[in-house]
């Protein structure tokens, strides 16, 4: 069965409802002709008079004239609700022999039962085939997106709004979490490689090749350096093509890579982007200070891929979310980052210290 989310006027998202829930909300008047709803299926909100047909046989947000006639709507209504959860506790219990009468109890189109016959055959229940998933866009947007609805809102781009650019301290909070990812997995893969490099050298030849130390330090260098080189390109480029347009340190402080006009990078661009990170290493690190203090916040390898950083709120319907202060997250990574930085510092000072008496 289909589940059901719908935010109120607070812009609080409520759910997951089934469908008796769902009408009972709406007898109650809770749910409006205008409240945002959302169901499985769905790439959007939308507003509730949009949906209320696959539920409600005849929504009637308009009050009746007619009192008595008001009364007699509402209790059919109410009696098809009930119908239909009595129909999904059958479906639940003989999928097979349930599928039309939950059809033909909730009211559903003509053509719903047809898809609802079509299930029974399957065995799946009516309920969650009953009804085709729409993709017409509302032109409505809800604070909070629904499990499967939150791409989908991000994704678009939205332009003309203010963009708040991703500044020094919060990609720099990025970058340690996202080196010492790539860091620990590189050295778990390099680790295996550099073990098989031995047993096969051990079992050939009687390890003969081990003998010759610049043979060995030549594959490991190369072993090393195409291992980290793989695992760097393959994270970032592909993190940050993703549906996400970010890897796991820029979700974790809330911003996310995007071309020049806002939109997602292709994987070509994502790549150029990785590639021409070499270059801000290439200049001792001149090339990611200049996000500090040049417009838009941008890198030297931004500025060669015609790229930006920006709030993973920016260029969506959503900007007024966006924000410029560093967060929780990015503190607390800065506090232990800088901890660590002083920790090493002081342990090469001291053994320099005691090297020299």
Known sequence: MAQWYYSDEERNRHGPLDAAAMVALHERGELGPDTLVWRDGLDQWRPWRELAAELIAAPGFAPLDDPEQAEQASAGRTAAAVAAAQAEAEARRSPANAGLAAAADTGLPGDATAQAAAATAAGTSAIATSVAPTTDAPGADSPYAAPRAAVAENSQVVLGQPVTAAGFW???A???IDSTLVGTLYYAVATVLFIG????GIAGDSGRWLEGGATLSAVVTAISTLSYVLISACYYAGMESSSMQATLGKLAVGIKVVDADGARLGRGRALARWAASIASWLTLGVGFLM?????RKR?????LARTQVVDRWAYTARPELQRDELGVVTWVVLVLGGLIWLGVIGFIVGALVFGLR
Do not use: C, I, P, Q
């Open 170 to 172: 919060r990609r720099l």
């Open 174 to 176: 990025a970058y340690l």
């Open 197 to 200: 490099v031995f047993m096969v």
């Open 291 to 295: 996000a500090a203090f040049t417009e």
């Open 299 to 303: 890198g030297l390898h931004d500025l």
